[in-house]
């Protein structure tokens, strides 16, 4: 188990740097000139030129990347447009030119409402998929799964924007049964913060709960098959004790993987949601800062959702690892 | 407008800011307010006497209570030298005094002195400018504002990084025409002192220009006029906290997400003839999508009802909420978008038979193009090249046009035309906006016999796309804005044969308005200075180089708990330092 | 599978990458069973627990008793789930099991002898499986019972064993939690601690240590899993145990064992066994009575050892027939269940000291990478082949021999050039194979042929017969389409299949045709040796029969070399010249077939005829065929 | 194992009993027959388009709104309830522009099936070659494409998408310079091509990983057969019924991506008729005239709900063991 963790977990920092290296090479080939666009409308060739020095943009690229790790290790001075230096704390992700931040401090700020929205949004995830899921295979074929298994696919189907304008026009502007989707941050009022994310995270997890109610719904379905779950049934063990301890045992592994890959992509920005909620999370951030090509801002948000979904989907791994004896005595 | 930027690659002239967010305008909406033909601004300057504070109270205002201000995006600049757009110059106002500003009373705009005795004093045709210090005006930790704090303020325009701010100090204290050439002489205070303004004692500043210059007060009224103090002067930080001057200080900001403001407690009513300072704080939230934010504040709910927007414009998606529902359109804040005019710009190099130009003029579908952007509700139909928020402003109208398009006269123009085009290139920013636009374009000039051939441009990149000496593009929309309220920046800017592309985008070259901008330019006195612009803007027209739009109008919403809320005449969104809450 | 772009597993069909991630780690197979070796000694350590119970009376077969299974017309019918025609897997099969009695069902595959076994528990899918007739234990009926009224006959009453204890075991339970949670069901209100204890003594009994109550059925070798899985059955005492073919899984050795214990265990306990089994071997030395199936319906009934002797019914003559033993005749044709008695036989096989060897292997050492343990760190290779040497001279037949993991197929992926040794000589009419160049490998390619165990793998589904046999003829002989065409006709009437079936696909071939097709398509070059890996372990015994006759047939006929890589000692014996042993990727002995079988050299030899020995006339396998 | 009884597993007696054919069992499957006659109807709704416009007698792109008095208010509003719908507009017409919604979204159906047949095309021929190659050769190979597919899918999509089409225009087309309608198309196909392969690709991996190892590429190997051979001829028949599906399922992947594009403003432009832009444009108008969302909203969960359940389908008549 132990050679495995430590596998895995170099695996994961070798996709990182990997990713950062991808990230870095593809959006700094944008023809955008990140120097002209932080100048600003008056400058000449000459001033961009200083301002591309000061934003050490004349450094070949590879000195770039890597003086963007070191930032990311040990934290960095960059110099901004107008020469002056600021210095950025590790993990520095660069320094928007667009908004004169750091990059980093800027996501932070963003973070809780991704946070609070992926949470929320996971909750409802694992019930609504889990449970269809559950059911679905419990009453495998017949009219109960058939229902079931349709509600999925319709949401499996359903554009996410489309269900958030129906679903916010319907229960927050025609009727008024739930308040107006905000963030409130939850220490501040815990009842505001649920109230106003509610409707994100229905909307959000019940879209993303189809993929997951579908693998489970298989996942059962073939465990339900295996021998041991029979030797279990042929203990004595009942029909649903029997799956609860058994199947749901062994199904287990793909949807935690499944989980871990959701969470991480949640937790990178869920671009459309926010967008359509007008919540303002590291997605909709992310969003902004590919329309107002801010470089900087796009590579550390791409590098930080990256970042995310690579280090749930090994921990995700890592769960499965324990949970199978075979892997976790190994 | 969104206040992202002045984004004008322009080195001297106007506001010109191009609609950044949605073409024209996604702005604004008259809603009723019908169109005036003449300037709301009140034209004399005010003197000492007006220039004594207190502001004249608001009727009913009482004291009190937190204003929420929500906003999509935030302010880009804070640091007054680096401000440059009409929005954050009026949320500026809460927590920054310059040296003149607008005393505004019943939505009538006048220039007064500030932390100034009065608007200023000019002496030898207008190459001399004084200004004198109100006693009592202080900063946020209660240490008075000095001459030099005014002066250091100036200086820092000069240095590297404030290029983002206008460049008229620098270039008229020098007295050359570009600012590039300014800053060789004089590079900010770290080159030391600078000469042209002198400080003879902790009131006083004597400003002297090689040239004359008539619009001194108006310029002493930009952000970039304010003071700042050396040893508070953080650099690159001043821009996310400057030191307050005004009724107001900054207590807390975190980027991009909110901003806490305070009392100044050292802020004095009876120093400040503008603002008042009704409400104990005012907090602002940024992104939150415009749309939520609307509906939070006609909602009334989560603090909606104490709410406004610092220059988030009432979303379409709320039209026809706001005329349908009473409550709803009582909540609704419009008012003419400052000096902003749409136009229809025609590359006149590209283009140059002026009857041509009058085809375009008359087939022109301006009202399709301001149906399909949200009817008059986003401004009026422009007939001038000015706007009517500047002062002595008069409507005209050399050709009139109907506004749907007359085919029928286009055809006619086109016929008298040497040689009409096969086709014209319209290039238009590529936003949804921008291309529904193009859509109305194509198909109404279309009926007057003139293809439009649609080019769409990475809203970026348009404006440099536009605005290059070798642009193929025949049309184009800009919307933009003179820096104050006079013509001064107006045609001999943007109609200057000699100027680049930049600047003269319509590429109009007539050798006599230049000798007639040089000309006018010797005048010192503004009124008089503005009469003689405003008879050659007509002389320009007559060649039809471009064609006006519109004049956007801005409809925000306030908090029915909100009062005291109007759109600012010159700056053109809510103004925040007038509000208070009614309980 | 769509959703929208919303999250990245949404955004792309098929499996995530969280899958592919797993995919990296490959860990999840437990490490294959390798050599079975469980401790010899101690099993049958007498009645040492407190177990023991009931009359230890031994054989109390004999109607005169009260059965205590009883099973009348019994039908169990399977629906298609495509909605094709529903399967009747036993039809009106009835038959009364007596207390403390051993019934051995037996049965070619499909004969429905473990639905069955299933039934009598109700472990059947009800939506998909009728039940009909009759089925009492201790007079309660089962067909139709309720669930709450099955719920304490399973695992109480009556009991499983299956065959492969390491999927019937929950590999993420403790062996100990999996038999304590047994007891527990059957008795409620028993704390936890009594419960493992009763599971820790019962392990004991089978022989398992109590230190290793907490392992995992992972941790376990197969023989020590199918203990824990009959440990498990008897935790409650049952009336009735049904083992379903118990043993099939393992290697001869520890079958043998395994099935010592179960005897033991049966009589200790005086539980009635239903053992089901397709070897007539296992069932030969376990049960008192025999019933033989076939399509699901009984054919014969009779105590085991008058079936044995004399089968009334021709099948069942033929069953008994077509089992080899270590007593019938080397090389003589065997009968099957067309032919039960059949006359012509082959020419003795005579094979002298060749001028040349068509294959000569020295030293001939595999090494795979071994999984390293920490990143860094030198992993330790897996010796899968250690200095191997073996000859084979032209039109001979020699026979590999070994239990699963000895080595034998890798031995025969090297000649057949598909595995790389790491070391040794490998000469083909003497020339070094491991280092061929194009000539040789054409060569090697055309005279050296491959014929498979599992006749379902060997055959690409996709592809027609015609097609199958056209590929060799296309690469190695210089015939048109039409003839080529011509030849495949031939090939398949040679393997005795109509030529009619060139155009179809795989699928509509059974198994024993299968192999025909798989031995067609290896004849096609006119190969001189072939090198066949347990080309009949997977077929049921009268098509074995039936395909090592051909095999023999084709033999004489061609006159090609065989290398026969097998488990099955009978088979060796029957079919090959000489007989080459391997133990732990090492060659124990190789000899002429006589002198194997008569006077092994060495001890691993000794105990593996033993294991065979044991089962009396019947014959035995030293290993799985898995 | 159980090697005695898998030899049986299916054991068919010769012939085997005439299973039906995928077709036909798909087509026995109602709701799958269902959402097939929906792919067809779409589909030939899409070929069909300038034949039904010509006869319903409007076309895409003229303004009527704009050019008849009296359909739009001031404000580009229909002015007849229900989004316009009369019986001059079956279903409505478009606020602002005034363009008839009917005739739009026939078209729309164009823009998103060409984009998404030919996505799925490419991805999918993609997806095999590397798949296949991958899966067959093993080793090094094998683990660089790995590595690669764990970096790429790391990246998240949607954000990628977006970020990436601006670049790509930009790197084939000069801002400003005009851009042929067909560039948009090629610029998503390419897009979404970029990573759409990987996930068939790693499947197709497994897939072959697994059959590189059966008996029957073994034999043909021992029997001296090329390494095309052994692709073309033993393994890709193999994965006929995975890319089937797969292609399958891809369909209305792409379908709903091209539309988030759009709805995000950095899809296919005007004047070419797109569901995702409609949906955008309809969002921002839902509260004063709904009915312009909900025409291709529904239409799209339709199309892509019918393409769902047929892929579902497909792979259950292929595969009857997977899924139900």
Excluded at chain 2, 251 to 265: A, D, G, I, K, S
Excluded at chain 4, 306 to 316: C, E, K, W
């Amino acid at each position: 188990m132990l050679s495995f963790a430590l596998r895995r977990t170099l695996q994961a920092l070798a996709v990182l740097v990997a990713v950062s290296a991808a990230a870095f090479a593809l959006f700094y080939a944008a023809p955008a000139d990140p120097a002209r666009a932080a100048c600003g409308p008056r400058c000449d060739n000459g001033q961009v030129a200083a301002v591309r020095q000061s934003m050490g943009l004349d450094q070949p690229l590879l000195t770039q990347y890597t003086d963007y790790l070191a930032g990311v290790v040990t934290g960095r001075d960059i110099g901004d447009v107008d020469g002056s230096v600021i210095h950025c704390d590790a993990p520095c992700l660069g320094y928007s030119y667009r908004l004169h931040q750091p990059v980093t401090e800027a996501l932070v700020d963003h973070l809780p409402v991704t946070f609070s929205l992926a949470a929320g949004a996971l909750a409802v995830l694992l019930v609504l998929g889990l449970g269809t899921g559950f059911v679905s295979a419990l009453r495998h074929g017949g009219r109960t799964d058939r229902l079931l298994s349709g509600f999925t696919l319709v949401g499996a189907s359903v554009q996410i924007y489309f269900l958030g304008y129906v679903a916010q026009w319907a229960l927050v502007y025609s009727t008024g049964l739930l308040p107006l989707p905000s963030y409130t941050p939850p220490a501040e009022d815990l009842a505001a913060w649920a109230g106003g994310m509610l409707l994100p995270w229905l909307v959000l997890g019940f879209v993303n709960s189809a993929v997951f109610a579908r693998l489970s719904r298989s996942q059962l379905l073939e465990t339900m098959n295996e021998e041991y779950v029979r030797t279990a049934r042929g203990k004595g063990l009942g029909r649903l004790r029997a799956h609860l301890k058994y199947t749901s045992r062994g199904a287990a592994g793909p949807l935690v993987q499944l989980l871990g890959l959701e969470t991480g992509a949640l937790l990178g920005g869920a671009v459309i949601t926010e967008t359509v909620f007008g919540l303002n999370g590291v997605g909709r951030f992310t969003a902004e800062a590919v329309s107002g090509q801010d470089l900087p801002a796009v590579v550390g948000a791409v590098l930080l959702a990256a970042c995310f979904v690579v280090l749930f989907v090994a921990l995700a791994d890592l769960v499965v690892a324990w949970l199978d004896p075979r892997i976790r005595l190994s | 407008m969104r206040w992202t930027k002045p984004s004008l690659a322009v080195v001297a002239t106007a506001l010109l800011a191009s609609a950044c967010s949605a073409g024209a305008g996604t702005g604004p909406a008259t809603a009723g307010a019908s169109a005036k033909d003449t300037s709301p601004l009140t034209a004399a300057l005010g003197g000492e006497k007006e220039s004594a504070g207190p502001a004249p109270a608001v009727p009913g205002a009482r004291s009190g209570g937190t204003v929420n201000v929500y906003n999509s995006v935030e302010f880009r600049h804070l640091d007054p030298q680096k401000v440059y757009a009409g929005a954050a110059y009026n949320a500026s106002l809460l927590w920054g005094r310059q040296l003149t500003q607008y005393q505004v009373v019943d939505g009538k705009a006048k220039l007064v002195g500030d932390l100034a005795t009065d608007t200023g004093t000019s002496g030898d045709g207008g190459r001399t400018w004084t200004y004198r210090l109100k006693d009592g005006v202080a900063w946020e930790d209660g240490k008075p504002i000095t001459a030099q704090d005014v002066k250091y303020g100036i200086e820092r325009t000069f240095g590297k990084g404030y290029e983002v701010g206008p460049p008229y100090w620098p270039q008229w204290l020098t007295g050359e025409a570009s600012y590039e050439a300014a800053r060789t002489k004089y590079a900010g205070p770290q080159d030391g002192d600078l000469a042209a303004i002198e400080t003879p004692d902790e009131r006083t500043l004597v400003f002297h220009f090689p040239q004359p210059q008539a619009d001194v007060p108006y310029m002493a009224a930009q952000s970039s006029s304010s003071p700042v103090r050396r040893d508070k002067d953080t650099g690159t930080d001043y821009d996310r906290q400057p030191f307050a001057t005004g009724p107001y200080r900054i207590v807390e900001h975190v980027q991009n997400t909110r901003m806490v403001l305070e009392r100044n407690p050292y802020w004095k009513a009876e120093t400040d003839p503008i603002r008042s300072q009704y409400p104990d704080k005012f907090v602002f939230t940024y992104g939150k999508e415009a749309l939520n934010s609307n509906q939070e504040i006609l909602s009334g709910r989560d603090g909606g009802a104490n709410a406004t927007t610092a220059s988030d414009v009432l979303s379409p998606e709320l039209y026809q909420t706001a005329d349908t529902d009473p409550k709803a359109k009582d909540l609704v804040v419009s008012g003419r978008q400052g000096a902003f005019v749409t136009q229809l710009v025609i590359n006149n190099e590209r283009v140059p038979d002026v009857e041509v130009r009058k085809a375009l003029h008359l087939g022109y579908p301006r009202q399709q193009a301001r149906q399909v952007q949200g009817g008059s509700r986003i401004g009026e139909l422009a007939t001038t090249l000015s706007s009517p928020a500047l002062i002595d402003w008069e409507k005209y109208d050399l050709y009139p046009a109907r506004p749907e398009g007359d085919p029928e006269a286009a055809k006619a123009a086109l016929a008298k035309a040497k040689q009409a085009p096969a086709s014209l290139t319209y290039g238009y920013k590529n936003t949804p906006d921008g291309q529904r636009v193009a859509q109305v374009l194509v198909d109404g000039f279309a009926k007057s016999g003139i293809t439009i051939v649609p080019k769409p441009i990475d809203p970026k990149a348009f404006l440099d796309e536009v605005h290059r000496a070798d642009s193929p593009y025949d049309l184009f929309e800009e919307t933009s804005s003179v820096d104050w309220p006079t013509p001064s920046t107006l045609i001999p800017f943007s109609f200057d044969g000699r100027a680049g592309s930049d600047l003269n985008s319509a590429r109009y070259r007539n050798p006599e308005v230049d000798k007639e901008i040089d000309r006018i330019n010797q005048i010192g006195e503004p009124r008089a200075k503005a009469k003689e612009l405003y008879a050659l803007e007509k002389t320009v027209m007559k060649d039809v180089p471009v064609l006006p739009f519109a004049y956007p109008t801005v409809n925000q919403l306030r908090g029915s708990n909100v009062g005291g809320a109007f759109v600012h005449p010159i700056y053109g969104t809510v103004s925040l330092a007038w509000l208070y809450l009614k309980s | 599978m769509t959703s929208t772009v919303e999250s990245v597993s949404g955004a792309v069909p098929g499996p995530g990458p969280g899958l592919a991630f797993g995919a990296a780690s490959g860990l999840v197979s437990g490490p294959a069973s390798g050599l079975v070796s469980g401790p010899a000694s101690g099993l049958v350590s007498g009645p040492a627990s407190g177990l023991v119970s009931g009359p230890a009376s031994g054989l109390a077969s004999g109607p005169a008793s009260e059965p205590v299974l009883s099973v009348r017309d019994l039908t169990v019918t399977f629906a298609d789930p495509r909605g094709g025609a529903p399967v009747t897997a036993v039809r009106g099969l009835s038959f009364d099991l007596a207390p403390g009695e051993v019934l051995g069902l037996v049965g070619e595959s499909g004969s429905g002898k473990s639905a069955t076994g299933l039934a009598v528990l109700g472990l059947h899918d009800p939506r998909t499986t009728t039940v009909t007739g009759s089925i009492r234990l201790n007079g309660q009926e089962l067909v139709g019972a309720t669930e709450s009224e099955l719920r304490p006959v399973r695992g109480g009453r009556a009991a499983l064993v299956f065959q492969d204890a390491l999927t019937s075991l929950s590999p993420f339970h403790g062996v100990g939690a999996q038999l304590a949670e047994m007891y527990r069901l059957h008795h409620p209100g028993t704390g936890r601690t009594e419960a493992r204890r009763r599971a820790a003594a019962m392990l004991d009994r089978v022989g398992i240590p109590a230190a290793r109550v907490r392992d995992f059925p992972h941790q376990f070798s197969g023989g020590m899993r199918q203990r824990v899985m009959i440990a498990m059955a008897l935790m409650n005492d049952p009336k009735v145990l049904i083992a379903d073919e118990p043993t099939t899984a393992l290697d001869s050795r520890v079958q043998r064992q395994v099935l010592d214990l179960l005897d033991e265990l049966q009589r200790e306990h005086g539980t009635a066994v239903l053992l089901v089994s397709h070897d007539l071997g296992v069932v030969a030395g376990m049960t008192d009575r025999t019933l033989v199936l076939r399509g699901g319906v009984q054919v014969e009934s009779a105590p085991t050892a008058e079936l044995l002797a004399a089968p009334r019914e021709p099948y069942t003559r033929a069953l008994v027939g077509a089992a080899l033993t270590l007593e019938s005749v080397p090389g003589a044709p065997l009968p099957t269940v067309d032919d039960p008695s059949p006359v012509a036989g082959f020419a003795p096989r005579v094979i002298g000291q060749p001028e040349r060897w068509l294959v000569e292997v020295a030293d001939l050492t595999v090494h795979f990478p071994g999984r390293r343990r920490f990143p860094g760190l030198r992993a330790e290779p897996v010796r899968a082949v250690e200095g191997v040497g073996l000859r084979i001279a032209p039109g001979e037949t020699l026979g590999l021999v070994g239990e699963s993991g000895s080595g034998k197929s890798t031995t025969a992926r090297v000649l057949a050039g598909l595995q790389q040794p790491t070391g040794g000589r490998v000469l083909y009419d003497g020339q070094d194979v491991t280092r061929p160049d194009r000539e040789l490998r054409r060569r090697l390619s055309r005279e050296i042929q491959l014929v498979f165990q599992d006749p379902y793998a060997s055959l690409n589904p996709r592809r027609t017969v015609a097609q199958a046999l056209d590929t060799p003829l296309r690469l190695h002989t210089s015939l048109d389409a039409a003839q080529r065409r011509e030849r495949s006709a031939e090939l398949l009437e040679q393997v005795g299949l109509p030529a009619a079936h060139l155009d179809r696909y795989p699928h509509e071939f059974s198994g024993g045709q299968r192999q025909r097709i798989g031995i067609a398509r290896a004849l096609a070059p006119q190969p001189r040796l072939i090198i066949a890996d347990e080309p009949v372990s997977a077929l049921d015994v009268s098509v074995q029969a039936q395909v090592l006759n051909l095999l023999m047939e084709l033999r004489e006929r061609l006159g090609v070399a065989f290398l026969f890589v097998s488990h099955d000692l009978a088979v060796v014996r029957h079919f090959c010249d000489r007989v080459a042993v391997m133990h732990r990727g090492r060659l124990v002995e190789s000899t002429d077939r006589d002198r194997l079988f008569s006077a092994p050299h060495t001890e691993y030899t000794r105990e593996l005829l033993a294991a065979v020995h044991q089962d009396g006339p019947w014959r035995g396998s030293v290993g799985s065929s898995a | 194992m159980a090697v005695v009884e898998t030899a049986a597993g299916p054991a068919p007696a010769v012939p085997a009993p005439a299973a039906p054919r995928p077709l036909g069992r798909l087509l026995r499957d109602r709701v799958g027959a269902a959402a097939l006659a929906v792919v067809l109807l779409f589909l030939l709704l899409a070929l069909a388009a300038p034949l039904i416009a010509a006869l319903y007698g409007k076309n895409p792109a003229e303004h009527y709104g704009q050019n008849t008095p009296g359909l739009l208010s001031d404000g580009g509003l229909p002015v007849l309830p229900n989004g316009g719908i009369s019986g001059d507009f079956w279903f409505g017409l478009e606020p602002g522009l005034g363009r008839d919604v009917l005739t739009q979204l026939l078209y729309g159906i164009r823009t998103s099936l060409l984009i998404a047949f030919a996505s799925a095309a490419v991805t999918t021929t993609l997806g095999v070659l590397a798949g296949v190659a991958v899966g067959y050769l093993g080793g090094i190979t094998d683990r660089l494409f790995g590595f690669l597919a764990n970096v790429l899918l790391a990246f998240p999509t949607l954000l990628l998408l977006l970020a990436l089409s601006p670049v790509v225009q930009s790197r084939l087309v000069d801002p400003g310079a005009a851009e042929p309608e067909w560039m948009q198309f090629l610029v998503l196909i390419l897009v979404f091509s970029a990573f759409g392969w990987i996930p068939l690709a790693l499947s197709l991996r497994a897939t072959v990983r697994s059959l590189r190892e059966r008996d029957f590429v073994q034999s043909a190997r021992a029997q001296g057969a090329g390494r095309f051979h052994v692709v073309v001829h033993e393994l890709l028949p193999n994965v006929r019924s995975q890319l089937l599906v797969h292609a399958t399922m891809a369909v209305p992947t792409f379908v709903a991506s091209e539309a988030v594009l759009s709805f995000l403003g950095v899809g296919i432009t005007e004047p070419i008729p797109d569901w995702g832009r409609m949906i955008s444009r309809g969002s921002e108008v839902f509260q004063a005239d709904p009915t312009y969302m909900v025409f291709p909203g529904v239409a799209l969960l339709l199309f892509v709900l019918a393409f769902n359940l047929l892929g579902d389908a497909v792979r259950d008549a292929l595969d009857p063991r997977a899924g139900r």
